[in-house]
Each structure stands twice: as structure tokens, then as C-alpha cells.
């Protein structure tokens, strides 16, 4: 519900200041990296390439190689064609990678190259190329991180997959989850045992461990052999419930094109959403919840009957990318926190009616940016804030805690390993949480508590 005081304050400002979103193909080159010895290519400029890496090494602490045509003023006005297949010749030469992720920028996009049509005339002059190629558009003023996540996991399904007799595996399309996420949901998988292809899966190459000598591109991710055979699952489960809210996904085109079964769902985040989750796979499969994750259920449910009595009633300020948000705001309200202010720089249009659906009256407020949040924050009256650390100033500038989740962390160590998902990611956020308030209720009282 949004009150008369945010619509006036939405209103008021036409441009972007300080973004609360990130670099479409940013995205596209994350969902990348989680397919087996892949090359992310840039049809553009070298400042784009270097901008998404150094963004991502931030935040993962892991080499990323993303290739690009190395655009040009005389390329931006003549076109990129012969860079982008010179390009991929080098790379092809240099890593002789299995599959080639090949994304547009906004420059490439704002000259109107056809980069589907060159991408065709290069692997028809190159018969004998092994590598597959897929190929995805990805400007950044048309959508944000996510949907440059979202479309290359699209066109990887509507590019890579065949269909094929009905196997007895699933596809999981878990969305933008961190490394630890994916490591937790195969682990869950596996104790379920069922086998699941996990489209894409990053959480060795961007989590992993050292090498005893240099590799071009870190081992793990999806195999092409595995996504080729998407086609045959019993059923793919997409998560994301505004995702579920897009016309195109992979889920659905696994769907319309192979036949498919499609269970779309929420980010399994907190009880409720991990509830739904383990009882979609118990109903496809047949598979009891094995035991251990019923125990890490019941403990969970015991930690938020023993910390409720600091977390009830308190006022977030929770933002981020829109599907992220929208689990954390569904996890706050489970455990008792009010999301006062749920905000993302996404414009998709759906979160303020998929959290209205969902029950609560949270000011939702989507397609803002760090300086609109702020003004609304400000009248929030808010406790805590929950987001990336792109809100370490807004929570200065409030003189709140901020609860570091989801992408990007640049401000502290281990952003890989933020668990967030399942009866397991659960506890830990809630762990953080609490200690979060306790921690800012002993620093902003004179006296200082030792025992609370
Ligand atoms: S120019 Fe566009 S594609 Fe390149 S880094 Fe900036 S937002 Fe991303």
C-alpha cells in the first residue's frame, strides 16, 4: 500500500540518482559463470567488461575473465562485426571454451547491431567450431541486473535444450541466488535423493578452492551435456515469484517447447516458502524430507519461539533486486519484523501487487533509487535496514544497522558464502538479525547492556 506522503515523494524525481539495480548483462555474465567451462563475451566496449569484473571479484574474491569486442568510436559508428568474430576467434583460441555466452551493451544495442545475425554468419563460416554459442540481448536502460540474469538463463534453455523421452530428474531454476545457496540446494537434492539439473550453477566457480596450477576457466557449473537434457526432466521448478509474474521464462519455455511440467514458486526463504519448496519436490518425486533437514525445521522453529521477544514488532527498510526482496519481506514478516519499506530499482510493475496478494501493508515502492528511499525511509520510523551493501550509506545516513544479504557485498568478507535459503539459511539470517538488534541496542544506550 502506498500512502499519499510516498506517492507525493515518488513523484517527485524523473531521473536516476545513485541506482538501486546494476548493469544488465552484469547479470547475464553471472548466470555465465555457472555453466561448465563457459566464456562470458561482450559485444562492446572494454570499459563494460571491466566495470561487471571488478564488480564481481568484489564481491566473490574469485578470477573472472569476461572477453569483449573491444568497441571503438570507429566501431561504434561502422559497427562491430568483424571485432565480435575476431573476438571470438581469440577466445576460441585462447580458452577453447564448451559453450560461449555472447551478450550485447547498451552501446552495441543503441546502434541497432544484429548480433543474433552475426553470431549465425559466424558459426556457418566455421563449421568445424565445437563451442556452442548462445546468444542473449542485454541493454542495460531497458531492465537491471536481473533481467539480464533472467534472459540469459532463457536463452541457454530456448538455445541449448533438446526434448526428449521423460526422465525421472528435475531442473531447478533457482534464480539469483549466492554460491552457498546453489551448494545448499544440491546438498538438499542429493539427502532427497533426486536428481536435479540446477541451471546455472556457480557455487564452484565462484566459490572455490585453491588451484595447484592456473586454469583458464575454473572447473564446475552446469555441464552443456546436462542442460542439453532439460528437455527430458519430470518437471522443472522455477523459483521466484516475480519471475513467475514474466511472460518469457525458462521454466516456460521448457514447458511450451518440450512438454515439460512447470511448478513455479517463491525463493525458499524462511519456513513457509521452504515449506512450499520441499513439499513440491515430495509431490513430483514421491520422496520423503529427509530427516536431517526435518531436524533443522524443528530447531528453527524452537530458535524463533526463543528470539521472537527481540524481533516482534520491530520496522525494516528492506531493497534490493525485486524477487530477493520480495522473499525477504515474506521472511520478515514470518519471523515478526515489519517491512515498513520494501524498495527496488526493478520496474517490472509486479511486487507491489505480489506482495498485496501475498497479505501485509508494506509501502512497497519499485523502480526507485537510493535518494527516493531515503526521503521515504526517513518517515519509516524503521529499526533496521536489510539489503546489499550499495545501502551502507542510507543506513548511515538513518543511523540503523544494516543486515548485509543478497548481491552485491563489497563492504565485508564471505559475500559467497551468505546462506540464505532453506530451514539452514533461515537460522542463520535470523541468527544475524537478532544479534544485529541486540548489538545496536547495547552500542546506542549509554549504559550498555552485557546480559539481554
Ligand atoms: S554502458 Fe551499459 S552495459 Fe556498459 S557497463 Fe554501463 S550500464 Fe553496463
Redesign the pocket.
Known sequence: MTTPAAAEILDRWTVTRNACK?????GACLAFKGIEHCLAF?H??Q???T??RRYMISHFKEPIDIACSNFSEHTAVFGGGVELHTGLDNIVRQYAPTVIGIM????SETIGEDVGSLVKTYREARPELAAALVHVS????RGTHAEGFHDAVLAMAEQLTEPGSRGHHLNLLAGMLSPADLRYLKELFADFGVEAILLPDYSDTLDGVPWDRYEAIPPGGTPLAAIRRMGSAQASLELGHILAGRERTAGKSLRDRCDVPLRSLGLPIGIAETDRFCRAIQEITGAALPARHEAERQRLIDAYADGHKYVSGKRAVVFGEEDFVCAMALFLREIGIIPVLVASGGRTGLLEAKLAELGGDSTVAGDVDFLTMADLAKSANADLVVGNSKGYKLSKELGLPLVRVGFPVHDRFGAARLLHVGYRGAQQLFDRIVNTIIAHAQESDEIGYTYI
Do not use: D, F, N, V
Open positions: 546494476l548493469c544488465t548483462p552484469l561482450l562492446g566496449s570499459g563494460c567488461s566495470y561487471i550485447t551493451t547498451c552501446l542485454t541493454p542495460s536502460y
